[in-house]
């Protein structure tokens, strides 16, 4: 099993920045993929974010490319997800996931491992 734990939501202007951070625990965690998604308000639970084991290789979701940069500290245990000039169409519960598959990803449908969330609500 993989515990996962999301920290650093809040409430944030338009234009500002925040930082998520996701701290796992319970198996060698460099052996994992990690990522991010998002759930919105009515809304269905959808890709963000995700970077591979290596942290080599990362991708995202249209939406935030340019503005959200994800990374890894596996001395740490933790990925982070910097989000910059956040609009309010990023208001969301962000969670925290875990594959050992990279491909399984940016399918919400495929990952074995989810945090509890973290809300991130931006007003305008």
């Known amino acids: 099993q993989v515990q996962l734990v999301e920290s650093g939501g809040g409430s944030v202007q338009a234009g500002g920045s925040l930082r998520l951070a996701c701290a796992g625990s319970?198996?060698?965690?460099?052996?994992?993929?990690m990522g991010w998604f998002r759930q919105a308000p009515g809304k269905e639970r959808e890709f963000t974010a995700t970077?591979?084991?290596?942290?080599?290789?990362?991708v995202y979701a249209e939406p935030v490319k340019g503005r959200f940069t994800i990374s890894r500290d596996d001395a740490k245990n933790t990925v982070y997800l910097q989000m910059n000039s956040l609009i309010p169409e990023d208001t969301a519960v962000y969670y925290c996931?875990?594959?050992?598959?990279?491909?399984?990803?940016?399918?919400?449908?495929?990952?074995?491992?989810w945090g509890k969330g973290t809300l991130v609500t931006v007003s305008s």
């Open positions: 996931a875990a594959d050992q598959q990279f491909f399984h990803m940016t399918n919400v449908r495929a990952v074995d491992y």
């Open positions: 319970g198996r060698t965690f460099s052996n994992y993929a």
């Open positions: 970077i591979s084991a290596s942290g080599s290789n990362t």
